[in-house]
Nanobody
């Protein structure tokens, strides 16, 4: 059974950092692009970052450029989202997704979704 599992969320103070992980099981992540999405309280789901299957192409929403870095380790069947300089606006549930179309921030481009990990940025 194909599955994505996110981890690494938690409570962090403004200015802090977290690294989220997205581990795949039941399928080979090497052939898929990975997207990270978030849903903030009271807001629509938002594409945050994406990376192509090879890792050669990345994409970021403007609000996280220069602060977040997406990368992957295909040998571990895992993708990551390193988040620095976090602000309260980054609070939300973060989801990873896998799809066959490279580095898109559109949810419709993805076929498999994880259950999400919660990130709370607060002092």
């Amino acid at each position: 059974q194909e599955q994505l599992v996110e981890s690494g969320g938690g409570l962090v103070q403004p200015g802090g950092s977290l690294t989220l992980s997205c581990a795949a099981s039941g399928f080979n992540l090497n052939s898929y692009a990975i997207g990270w999405f978030r849903r903030a309280p009271g807001k629509a789901r938002e594409g945050v970052s994406a990376i192509s299957d090879s890792g050669g192409s990345t994409n970021y929403v403007d609000s996280v450029k220069g602060r977040f870095t997406i990368f992957r380790d295909n040998a571990k069947n895992t993708a990551y989202l390193q988040m620095n300089a976090l602000t309260p606006d980054d609070t939300g549930v973060y989801y990873c997704a896998a799809g066959l179309y490279g580095s898109s921030l559109k949810p419709g481009s993805y076929d498999y979704w994880g259950q999400g990990t919660r990130v709370t940025v607060s002092s």
